[in-house]
T-cell receptor, first 115, second 113 residues
């Protein structure tokens, strides 16, 4: 298994500002992912954070809005830029340790409220 | 695009009863399925998984059934306890999807004491 720590656990931000969320894993992992979970909804994949290269974004998500860093195999950040109330969500970091047909582990999430 | 969905958004049961949570998927190429439990304020927690070459898998108090013919997945929880109250998500992965999971809508399970 993996222990994943996210910071901050929650924040309230003003519209137009940016927030950077950190994800720290207790072991080296190749595959790291960022998900968004809007209120009362399921999880939607934002992007795959690739170590040593640019993140791979899913349809509907762009790098200018959600820049991602992956400086090493245990750490990643997701920035939510120029925030609006529609960005109010839980943002979750996830890792996969062993392969496509094994479970992914999740951090506790960052609950973001934009006012 | 293809997606994974759920039949029931909410399920309320009495403590001690068995619970069944259902999930329909549309991607016939899906070959790995996971059930996650998400408690309030927490990230999803792995419960049980099943590969497409199986139709049943059992864990502690939980059983997952897979019917590939009708593309249906279910999670059975035996002797449901108040601590089982949470939102349950099914998720699927496909060989070649680069480890990405597609999540269903979720079912809120409430266990009444």
């Amino acid at each position: 298994s993996a222990v994943i720590s996210q910071k901050p656990s929650r924040d309230i931000c003003q519209r137009g500002t940016s927030l950077t969320i950190q994800c720290q894993v207790d072991s080296q992992v190749t595959m790291m992912f960022w998900y968004r979970q809007q209120p009362g909804q399921s999880l939607t994949l934002i992007a795959t954070a690739n170590q040593g290269s640019e993140a791979t974004y899913e349809s509907g998500f762009v790098i200018d809005k959600f820049p991602i860093s992956r400086p090493n195999l245990t750490f990643s950040t997701l920035t939510v830029s120029n925030m609006s109330p529609e960005d109010s969500s839980i943002y979750l970091c996830s890792v996969n340790l062993q392969g496509w047909n094994t479970e992914a582990f999740f951090g506790q999430g960052t609950r973001l409220t934009v006012v | 695009g293809e997606s994974v969905g759920l039949h029931l958004p909410t399920l309320s049961v009495q403590e001690g009863d068995n619970s069944i949570i259902n999930c329909a998927y549309s991607n016939s190429a899906s070959d790995y399925f996971i059930w996650y439990k998400q408690e309030s304020g927490k990230g999803p927690q792995f419960i049980i998984d099943i590969r497409s070459n199986m139709d049943k898998r059992q864990g502690q108090r939980v059983t997952v059934l897979l019917n590939k013919t009708v593309k249906h997945l279910s999670l059975q929880i035996a002797a449901t306890q108040p601590g089982d109250s949470a939102v349950y998500f099914c998720a699927e992965n496909t060989r070649g999807s680069n480890y990405k999971l597609t999540f269903g809508k979720g079912t809120l399970l409430t266990v009444n004491p």
